[in-house]
C-alpha cells in the first residue's frame, strides 16, 4: 500500500520552461513533505520542504504547493536548468507524532530530463 | 563540513553469506536512519535510533536485518544469509533531533 504515490515515471521539459512534478499521499496523518533530488550514484539531497500549515513554500526557482484536501502536492521548478536533471523524490513525515519514528515515506521518484 | 558517509560503496556477496554496512553520520546530530532502494523503486525505511532510545525496528524486511548504532556515532547495519531479494542501494541518513535529514552516498549491494 504506497502512501506516498509518484505517478510520473519520467518527464521531459525544454530549458528554461516550467517544471512540474507531482505527488499524491493517502495518509492525512502525515504533516510535513519535502522534495529530494537525486543524481545517480548520490544519495538523495534536500531540495524544499513544507509544513501542512502552509500551501506554499518558495526557494529561488522551486516552488512547492500543497493542497491538504485533496492530499496532493507538486513542485515546479521555473526556470528549468538542464542542471536540474536528476531523479526527484516526494517525501512525507509525520512530525507531530513524537512517539512515532520520524522517518520519511518516500515516492517512487520521477526522472526529471531538462533538455538544453 | 563533512557530511554523511557510507563504506563500501559497493558490495558484491554470493547468496547465504553475511554482509556489513556502515554508516558514519554528520557531528551532532542525534538522529540516524537506515532506508534501501531496490530498483525502479523509492527509499524504503528499515530503522531509526534516536540518541539512547531504544531503535524503532518497524521497517526490519525479516530477522536476517540488523543494525546498531555504538557510542551514539557510528552505525552498522547487518544482513545475514543474504539472499538476492536483498540487493539495494542502502542509504544511511542523519538529522539533528528535529530538522531535515542528510542523506550518505549510500552502499550498492549485489547478492549473486
Known amino acids: 500500500d504506497q502512501q506516498v504515490k509518484q505517478n510520473s515515471p519520467s518527464l521531459s521539459v525544454q530549458e528554461g520552461r516550467i517544471s512540474i512534478l507531482n505527488c499524491d499521499y493517502t495518509?492525512?496523518?502525515?504533516?510535513?513533505f519535502l522534495w529530494y533530488k537525486k543524481y545517480p550514484a548520490e544519495g538523495p539531497t534536500f531540495l524544499i520542504s513544507?509544513?501542512?500549515?502552509?500551501d506554499k513554500n518558495e526557494d529561488g526557482r522551486f516552488t512547492v504547493f500543497l493542497n491538504k484536501s485533496a492530499k496532493h502536492l507538486s513542485l515546479h521548478i521555473v526556470p528549468s536548468q538542464p542542471g536540474d536533471s536528476a531523479v526527484y523524490f516526494c517525501a512525507a513525515q509525520n512530525r507531530l507524532d513524537s512517539g512515532s519514528a520520524r522517518q520519511l515515506t518516500f515516492g517512487s521518484g520521477t526522472q526529471l530530463t531538462v533538455l538544453p | 563540513g563533512a557530511g554523511v558517509s557510507q563504506s563500501p560503496s559497493n558490495k558484491v556477496t554470493e547468496k547465504g553469506k553475511d554482509v556489513e554496512l556502515r554508516c558514519d553520520p554528520i557531528?551532532?546530530?542525534?538522529?540516524l536512519y537506515w532506508y534501501r532502494q531496490s530498483l525502479g523503486q523509492g527509499l524504503e525505511f528499515l530503522i531509526y535510533?534516536?540518541?539512547?532510545?531504544?531503535?524503532?525496528k518497524s521497517g526490519l524486511p525479516s530477522d536476517r536485518f540488523s543494525a546498531e548504532r555504538t557510542g551514539g556515532s557510528v552505525s552498522t547495519l547487518t544482513i545475514q544469509r543474504t539472499q538476492q531479494e536483498d540487493s539495494a542501494v542502502y542509504l544511511c541518513?542523519?538529522?539533528?533531533?528535529?530538522?531535515?535529514?542528510?542523506f550518505g552516498p549510500g552502499t550498492r549491494l549485489t547478492v549473486l
Open positions: 557531528s551532532g546530530h542525534t538522529a
Open positions: 513544507i509544513s501542512s500549515i502552509k
Open positions: 541518513a542523519s538529522s539533528p533531533y528535529v530538522g531535515e535529514q542528510f
Open positions: 535510533f534516536q540518541g539512547n532510545s531504544a531503535p524503532d
Open positions: 495518509n492525512s496523518m502525515f504533516d510535513y
